[in-house]
């Protein structure tokens, strides 16, 4: 089983759209969690970290399931900058960082 | 901000020669860097964990061998590609966070490895 698992997608979606994404973890000993956009041939870009009681940045809301050991990310009012993967990290006690396979997003007019 | 400078951002080199990235961190001491590779539509990869003056832990299935890491100091660490195959072709990307500011991991710019 891999540590931190995305549906890969991709998801497609009109503008204006709301959209979640699920991503679960293996490790119990997990320490922090955060979600991450990567562009087409880029490096990925920290999007927000996520908070045991849930956090929210403008249209972006993260949430935290330590008992179930997933997280989420919700993008509300979907934009066509909204295109991209995201990725979800988990970092351990060992300060390692593990990605999910990322989940694609494709935002259509 | 904290900023990791990672070079070069492309390389094509021939197969049998050997390729070194490097990977600074501009304004912050990094006493542990992390390399991580990524094949096209897919996750990163994490290979290793670079540790200033001692030795890199490789994750399992990466060869330390043909997977040199140098740390050599708070700042710079280097990834050097030995003997390259065309099956090493892929997106190389280092990270470093600031430890002293417990900050978020931050990125270099990937180096998009093409071997010929």
């Not at chain 2, 050599?72 to 990270?95: K, M, N, Q």
Request: proline share 4%; charged share 20%.
């Amino acid at each position: 089983r891999k540590e931190v698992e995305q549906d890969p997608g991709p998801f497609n979606v009109p503008e204006g759209a709301t959209v979640a994404f699920n991503c679960t973890y293996s490790n119990s000993a997990s320490q922090s969690f955060f979600w991450y956009r990567q562009d087409c041939r880029k490096e990925p870009k920290l999007l927000m970290s996520v908070y045991s009681s849930g956090n929210e940045d403008g249209r972006f809301t993260a949430q935290l399931n330590r008992a179930s050991q997933y997280i989420s990310l919700l993008i509300r009012d979907s934009k066509l900058s909204d295109s991209a993967t995201y990725l979800c990290a988990v970092r351990d006690n060992t300060d390692k960082l593990i990605f999910g396979t990322g989940t694609r997003l494709q935002v259509f007019p | 901000g904290a900023v990791v400078s990672q070079h070069p951002s492309r390389v094509i080199c021939k197969s049998g020669t050997s390729v070194k990235i490097e990977c600074r961190s501009l304004d912050f001491q990094a006493t542990t860097m992390f390399w991580y590779r990524q094949f096209p539509k897919q996750s990163l990869m994490l290979m290793a964990t670079s540790n200033e003056g001692s030795k890199a832990t490789y994750e399992q299935g990466v060869e330390k061998d043909k997977f040199l890491i140098n740390h050599a100091s708070l700042t710079l660490s280097t990834l050097t590609v030995t003997s390259a195959h065309p099956e090493d072709s892929s997106f190389y990307i280092c990270s470093a966070t600031d430890r002293a500011r417990n900050t978020e991991a931050f990125f270099g710019q990937g180096t998009r490895l093409t071997v010929v």
